[in-house]
């Protein structure tokens, strides 16, 4: 019997979310889905939580603890869905979802892939705020082709015959795969973005955006887009013709998710002052305060919009 999304689920020592993850895709109003998780070297409780679902829409497999884009690709090899998405283990989605996508490219068949917008969530899964990705329904093809990308990789909703076309994940990219994942896809057909919320990310210390050095992800993001254009230009990028350039040694250290999280809310805190929801905006202002209260920046910017009008 065929399944409409697969939902690809890369998973290491994720017990302290996992199982908050799996409820929200099984809560989905739209049920025709499987959910690949790959059990990629967890020491801990992870598995276990998984598997204390009696849902049959679940399957585990067993990583080899390669990296990321390994556990993705195997994932995808198990998937027997007409579309794919993908969920990491601590991150949630929202209700509708799966529903809003799926209807969307039901009624689109001339697009390969569909987007939303994407928010931030802390350690605890409250909200921090909502990335301005666009409000209007529209066609992201060329913004891709031209390297920008709007969104995350986890707000997109794809066909899993074209990911399969471009064989998946390329195991180069230790990070970033997803931006390369984005720019490759645009090559293949049309992608829509849709402005509504389809994923809540959520930044803590062990994810591995902060495990690896800031550096270094800024290397791979730079790889992909420099790839892009590689490709456009000459057919081929120095990867696919096996002559990938070598990755420097990077130093750095990986950045504290406390800071990425007050630099959100005050972001989020002046979003909310233009569109004069100044209590709200003082009310997530004072959260920041709370989150880092050794932080100035953040007592400065409760000053700035009790002050500004």
């Known amino acids: ?33 499987e959910i690949i998780v790959v059990n990629d070297g967890s020491d801990d409780k992870s598995q276990a939580l998984v598997e204390s679902f009696s849902d049959a829409r679940i399957k585990i497999v067993q990583g080899e603890s390669a990296g990321i884009s390994v556990a993705l690709n195997l994932a995808l090899s198990h998937a027997q869905g007409r579309y794919v998405c993908r969920c990491d283990a601590d991150d949630l989605y929202p209700l509708d979802r799966l529903q809003v996508q799926v209807d969307w490219l039901e009624a689109h068949p001339e697009y390969i892939a569909v987007a939303g917008k994407f928010s931030s969530m802390d350690e605890k ?98 790889i992909a887009r420099c790839f892009l254009k590689q490709r456009l230009e000459r057919g ?14 990077i130093a750095g250290k990986p950045s504290d998710s406390t800071d990425q999280i007050v630099g959100y809310m005050i972001a989020e805190s002046w979003r909310l002052h233009r569109e004069k929801k100044k209590g709200q905006a003082l009310a997530i202002s004072i959260r920041a305060c709370v989150k880092k209260p050794l932080a100035w920046r953040g007592w400065k910017n409760i000053i700035m919009i009790l002050v500004k009008r």
């Open 125 to 222: 899964s409250h909200v921090i705020a909502e990335f301005n990705t666009g409000n209007e329904t529209c066609e992201i093809t060329s913004e891709l082709l031209s390297g920008k990308t709007r969104t995350h990789l986890g707000a997109f909703l794809m066909s899993l015959s074209i990911v399969n076309q471009l064989q998946g994940f390329r195991e180069y990219f230790v990070t970033a795969e997803d931006i390369d994942m984005q720019l490759r896809l645009a090559e293949c057909g049309r992608v829509a973005y849709i402005p509504q919320n389809m994923y809540f990310y959520r930044i803590h210390n062990d994810s591995i955006t902060h495990v690896q050095s800031s550096n270094k992800r800024i290397f791979y993001e730079n």
């Open 236 to 249: 081929a990028d120095a990867l696919e013709k096996g002559m990938p350039p070598q990755v420097p040694t």
């Open 1 to 33: 019997m065929t399944i409409s999304v697969s939902i690809l689920m890369p998973m290491r020592n994720a017990e302290a979310y996992i199982k908050e993850t799996v409820q929200s895709l099984l809560n989905q109003s739209f049920s025709d889905f």
